[in-house]
Every structure is written in C-alpha cells, then in structure tokens.
C-alpha cells in the first residue's frame, strides 16, 4: 500500500521510492494507494491500463501525465483486477475496510466500521464537494463552458455548444478539457445533471420522470442510469433512504 503526500506527484520515474514500489509490487497479492500515492503506482508502470483514482485536486494531472491510465475522477476507490487506488486520506478507510471485506468477508469489515464510527459504505462518489469545485480546470475557457452548462442544463449540450462557449474548436475543447479535469465533457456534464437533480430526489414528493426533463436528462430510465453510475443507486433508492432519514 503506497500512500501519497504534498510531494508524491513530483517525484521522478527513476527515484528510489518509485524504484522500491516496482520491486516489492513483483511479490504482491495486490498493490493499492490512497490519495497521491497513485502517482507513485503510475510512475512505477503500475497503472497502465488500469481504471484508477485520486483525489479530486489532481485527478486531471493523474491523467494528463500518465494517458496509459484511465483516471476516474468521481470515486472514493476503485478496483481493477489487482489494483486498487483510493482518494482523499480519508478514503483510505474506505479502501481498508474494502480490502478486509475481500478478505475476511463483510461482517468483519462491518464491525470494525463501528468501531470506527463510520459507514460500512458510503453513498455515491468521490464528490464531498460541487461540482465544479472538483473539477477545478486551470483554464478560463473551461470553466466559462461549465458555467454555461451549469445555467443551461435543461438543454441539449453537445460538446460543440461547449466548444462555442469556450470560443475554441470542439476538439481543441475535448483534448483541453479531458487533460485538465480528467474527464470528458459529456461525463462532467452528466455529473453536473444528477448534482441538480438529487436534491430534487431526496427532498420532494416532484415525480422522477419530471426531474429528469428540468435537469436535462429528457426521461427517467436515462437519469436512472446516470445515478447508478454516479451514486451507485437509482434514484427511487436514494429517494427511500432520504424518507428514512426524516
């Protein structure tokens, strides 16, 4: 397990940390990290082709150096086959509590997140912050692309629409975008879609079919996809655990 720091992402491909992680990885069950520590993992060759996260801040930095990686900016872990990579410090717990629940099955894993006063799981993503927050471009043209996505959500935005709000190309707006957020535009996009739509869900009785034409999903079974990819949950699901909360 490869934790990060302030520091882990400028660490060069043939420094002596990087060096160890590629000799003791030959040995391992598994190899994960929590927060920054991916880079460390992708500088070692260790995520080429590999789904893979971190956090929020650097995700789009993660993927714009290592472009063998396919940097998924909105989970709290991610496993793919024997490599597991976390987010923030925080979702380290998360990531420990997954690897226990593999190895030692999920009663375990639920007993030791009492003792820790937190959730077994938590719900949805990486996201603890807004969306546009996370993403965090550098660039004055990408954020004014989703700010305008963000005031027209209920219409159709193909990515020409961005790129025109941009005042770049479509596909000078795709390369910049994916480079500096980690995702692409249709992928934020939808993110900015189910933000607006959950509190929607959890706080009102507003059928789901018509959520999802205010927030630009255009039908249900489409926003229904969105938040399982998003959240890990439909809707209806989401909806329920909210009515048990009051």
């Known amino acids: 397990m490869v934790v990060g720091g302030l520091s882990a992402h400028q660490l060069l491909p043939e420094s002596d940390p990087i060096a160890l992680v590629r000799k003791l990885s030959r040995s391992a069950r598994r190899v994960t990290s929590v927060c920054t520590g991916a880079f460390l993992l992708a500088s070692a060759g260790l995520l080429d082709g590999h789904r893979a996260t971190t956090h929020w801040r ?3 930095l993660l993927q714009s150096r290592f472009p063998k990686v396919r940097v998924d900016a909105d989970r709290i872990f991610v496993q793919d086959a024997d490599v597991w990579t976390s987010a923030g410090v925080t979702a380290g717990i ?10 030692c099955g999920s009663e375990l894993a639920k007993t030791i997140a009492r003792d820790l006063v937190v959730h077994h799981r938590r719900l949805g993503g990486q996201s603890q912050f807004s969306t546009l927050l996370e993403l965090e471009p550098r660039s004055s043209r990408v954020r004014q692309a989703l700010s305008f996505a963000r005031d027209h959500l209920h219409e159709s935005l193909p990515v020409e629409r961005l790129a025109a709000a941009a005042c770049i190309s479509s596909r000078q707006f795709g390369r910049i975008f994916l480079n500096e957020t980690g995702e692409t535009p249709a992928r934020a996009i939808e993110r900015l879609r189910t933000e607006a739509a959950r509190p ?28 399982v ?18």
Not at 94 to 103: F, G, Q, R, T, V
Not at 215 to 226: A, L, P, T
Not at 229 to 246: D, E, I, K, N
């Open 94 to 103: 998360d990531l420990a509590l997954a690897l226990i629940e593999e190895d």
């Open 58 to 60: 650097y995700a789009g």
């Open 229 to 246: 990819r998003v959240y890990g949950h439909t809707p209806q699901t989401l909806r329920r655990f909210a009515c048990r909360a009051v």
């Open 200 to 227: 929607r869900v959890e706080d009102s009785s507003e059928p789901l079919e018509s959520i999802a034409r205010r927030v630009g999903f255009g039908d249900e079974e489409r926003m229904r996809r969105s938040f």
